[in-house]
């Protein structure tokens, strides 16, 4: 596609639950970020996925989250046994690289709500 | 460590122009970005300074002093459309390149 695609855009859950959000970079984009963005505030790092060398994962906030990358395209940002504290928009953005003045695109991203 | 530092909120007048700061700290830093954001939106990209000086891109410039660690983003004839959330954002060596994001400036406009 154009651009980058999250899904689902909104996902309802009950605590405790296992979610799964997905995000379709770019086609070609090596680089591949999520976000964590709550109300009001700024952009929380999750990880980093850069082309085929391990994944930044110094952002993920407990062992319940985890992401995967296969093939170097699709994401998949999983959260186990949701908290009411993981409410919040999840972004993802990719862009090309070597070229680290590129800038990063990013989907309208999942607002996650657990209840 | 690497840390942003940008001002929470700036409020000014339609038409007028606004400045908004960022100042970080990083190792091996590579250069500054900013980016826009609409309430329920996604970030946008605005601009992007490796080097020291001033980039126009229409109504928006954006400046960098590598030396001061100091960059600002400068609206100019700001329009209603422009409220929004403003992000700083540094590329660095230290961080694999990876983005480092400030908290975010909330700029509103008033008529």
């Known amino acids: 596609g154009a651009g980058v695609s999250q899904s689902p855009s909104n996902k309802v859950t009950e605590k405790g639950k296992d979610v799964e959000l997905r995000c379709d970079p770019i086609s070609g984009h090596t680089a591949l970020y999520w976000y964590r963005q709550s109300l009001g505030q700024g952009l929380e790092f999750l990880i980093y996925f850069q082309g085929n060398s391990a994944p930044d994962k110094s952002g993920l906030p407990s062992d319940r989250f985890s992401a995967e990358r296969t093939g170097g395209s699709v994401s998949t940002l999983t959260i186990q046994r949701t908290q009411q504290e993981d409410s919040a928009v999840y972004l993802c953005a990719s862009s090309s690289r070597p070229r680290v003045d590129t800038e990063a695109f990013f989907g309208q991203g999942t607002r996650l709500t657990v209840v | 460590g690497q840390s942003l530092e940008q001002p929470s909120e700036v409020t000014a007048v339609e038409g007028a122009i606004v400045q908004i700061n960022c100042t970080y700290q990083?190792?091996?830093?590579?250069?500054l970005s900013w980016y826009q954001q609409h309430d329920g939106g996604a970030p946008t990209f605005l601009s992007y300074n490796a080097l020291d000086g001033l980039e126009e891109t229409g109504r928006f410039s954006s400046f960098l002093s590598r030396s001061d660690s100091y960059g600002y983003l400068l609206l100019q004839e700001l329009q209603m459309k422009d409220s929004a959330s403003y992000f700083c954002a540094v590329t660095a060596t230290e961080s694999n390149y990876q983005l480092i994001w400030g908290a975010g400036t909330k700029l509103i406009i008033k008529p």
């Open positions: 990083t190792s091996g830093f590579y250069g």
